[in-house]
């Protein structure tokens, strides 16, 4: 997901051009979320990386989507 200037919801989050990534992997270590911020074009790379295995609640850090929950509502419980 990406979120333009132009975005309304950008704009009232004070965030101008937020780029989020969300994965969700089933394949991944019996399936992970992983969330991506802050990127480093020039590295190909991401300041921010924060990964969780199935079950565990992650939020989403900034942008419209702020506060978001992923957890075992959408990904299910861990798997082993």
Sequence with gaps: MRWSQSDDASRASGCQDCPVHVLIDDYDS???VTVLTEPE???ADWVGVHRVAYGTDVTIPEGPAKGFVIGETITGPKRS
Excluded: I, R
């Design 41 to 43: 074009p020039d590295k």
């Design 30 to 32: 019996h399936g992970t």
